[in-house]
């Protein structure tokens, strides 16, 4: 057993039996191995509680309760409050004081002894306070909540609390305190908004994140600041049923977040939009290996009215996005420096009657590259996938757009209203119910602000699957804008014709091949 030594000082009140003779205050060897006191008093300055490993010595202190720090009179450094001391190897000490627990490291028994890091729990609150914070700690609950802590990181596991409660306290505080995060695999139930802050990265690779139960919000994740990155993770709606769940997007950057980045995210069955900034002015973004499945809609970006443009400088890269129910995947308005590759999209034709699959409007511009656009389970007569029109005062232009494949639409790609300067470049257009490519525009050329559009290598194929008329080109009636086919090929053997156009058109045809063996129709004398 330890040994205990006492350090005190003045004389104690005739206590607990003052009729009783009492024993001279002072210090003195105990008589056996036992010392039994129904009350032990120990006061004045200087005053403690000593205990020893063996016999008391420099190295041996294991415990102490003292009220201030100081050295005990074998050279061992002691802490204020009550703490435990390890001197074998690492040189450790625990100390509880203040209503908090200190870890001290020292560099040998006779200290001097520094914190790195202070546990507390909040005034008012039953939350963990951790200060002082120079290593890393690690903390494990029986709840299955894992924080793995060091001054910037928190990884963190979910509760499994499927009001969404519990989840969403846990990652907004963390966040909160400033901390980048990992979210651990598994599936995360979430009750409103988690807020990033500027210069955050939210790593979610391997975790499902659904409202819960408790869902109360517009969006799963926002953020204002500069410089947020998300990476992995699936989103998902919460049912197999897209209109049941929540309405709610997932990723809603609001007024002023700029330079933002979402990689590698797959959303499923979402009502609402997967990407839905707030834009009010130019903002840089990056939108990289972005899967979806059933969702409302994909990507919104909308700077509100339509005869303004602001600076998007966003791009996005190698984008899956299938089935929108009530949205499109793509939708472009107001903003200007958009670039894009490797789109595949499509919306469901059952669900999303009256809705395009890429929508360019107002005044915008930018490029893409790769598309392949269409509708499941069938299009929607006069419903174009590609619809590019003016809208709100403002028209598109600049626009270039290259291959590969738009198809299975009421129509294929509408370019309607007063825009100008596009350009397609080795699109094909195929299998749609009415006419593949049809040009609606009212703005004649070929002045500087023209409208312009040119379609070079491009294709018609299997056009006018339904009954009525339909061409692999049709120019509508009243339709002045200027259009150049270069190359054009037209392969619809069903269609009413290959190319139609009006009297008074200014549509350009060379190097036309007709493999479907039809011809043009309304082509005016000298054209």
């Not at 894992?146 to 969404?164: F, K, L």
């Not at 519990?166 to 990992?182: C, E, K, P, R, Y």
């Not at 490519?437 to 294709?459: D, E, K, R």
């Not at 058109?505 to 082509?523: L, M, Q, R």
């Amino acid at each position: 057993m330890g040994s205990l030594f006492g350090l005190g000082a003045g004389t104690p009140s005739r206590f607990p039996y003052p009729d009783r003779p009492q024993p001279s205050p002072g210090i003195g060897p105990s008589q056996g191995q036992v010392v039994r006191a129904r009350l032990v008093v120990i006061s004045g300055a200087g005053s403690g509680l000593f205990v020893y490993s063996g016999t008391p010595a420099f190295g041996n202190l294991v415990g102490s309760i003292t009220s201030s720090a100081g050295t005990d009179p074998y050279g061992n450094a002691f802490l204020s409050g009550i703490t435990e001391y390890q001197t074998a190897g690492t040189n450790l000490a625990v100390q509880l004081a203040a209503g908090g627990i200190g870890y001290y490291f020292a560099p040998s028994a006779a200290g001097p002894w520094t914190s790195p890091l202070d546990i507390s729990m909040g005034a008012g609150t039953h939350d963990l306070v951790v200060t002082n914070l120079t290593a890393g700690i690690r903390l494990l609950a029986q709840s299955g909540f894992v924080t793995v802590i060091d001054s910037s990181h928190a990884d963190i596991a979910p509760s499994g609390d499927v009001t969404g409660v519990t989840d969403s306290a846990t990652i907004n505080n963390v966040l909160a305190a400033g901390m980048h995060v990992t979210l651990l695999p598994g599936t995360w139930s979430i009750a409103g908004p988690v807020v990033l802050l500027a210069g955050m990265t939210l790593d979610r690779t391997g975790a499902t994140v659904q409202p819960g139960s408790s869902w109360a919000g517009a969006a799963m994740f926002t953020w204002t600041g500069g410089d947020v990155t998300i990476h992995g993770g699936i989103d998902y709606g919460g049912t197999a049923v897209t209109a049941n769940n929540p309405a709610a997007d997932v990723f809603a950057p609001g007024a002023g977040a700029t330079n933002w980045t979402i990689t590698d995210v797959t959303a499923r069955n979402i009502n609402g939009w997967i990407v839905n900034p707030t834009i009010t002015g130019s903002f840089h973004a990056s939108i990289t290996r972005l899967r979806g499945n059933a969702c409302n809609g994909g990507i919104q970006l909308t700077q509100g009215t339509g005869n303004t443009t602001v600076a998007g400088e966003c791009a996005v890269i190698d984008a899956n996005i299938q089935n929108c129910t009530g949205n499109p995947a793509l939708f472009i308005q107001g903003i200007t420096d958009f670039k894009a590759s490797c789109l595949d999209l499509s919306v469901d034709g059952n669900l999303n009657l009256t809705g395009s699959t890429v929508v360019l409007q107002g005044a915008c511009g930018g490029g893409i590259a790769e598309l392949d656009a269409g509708v499941i389970n069938g299009g929607n007569a006069g419903v174009p996938v590609v619809l590019i029109t003016t809208f709100g005062g403002g028209s598109p232009s600049n626009w270039a757009i290259a291959g590969n494949a738009v198809q299975q639409g009421g129509v294929g790609v509408q370019v309607a209203g007063a825009v100008a300067r596009m350009r397609f470049f080795g699109l094909m257009v195929q299998q749609c119910l009415g006419s593949g490519w049809l040009f609606t525009g009212t703005v004649p050329g070929p002045a500087a602000t023209g409208s312009m559009v040119a379609l070079i290598g491009c294709a018609g194929n299997g056009n006018k699957t339904a009954a009525g008329n339909g061409y692999d080109v049709e120019v509508a009636a009243g339709a002045t804008a200027h259009v150049l086919l270069d190359g054009f090929g037209y392969g619809s053997t069903l269609a009413t014709d290959g190319l139609i156009v009006p009297a008074g058109n200014h549509v350009s045809n060379t190097g036309p091949t007709f493999p479907d063996g039809h011809g043009v129709t309304g082509v005016p004398a000298g054209w």
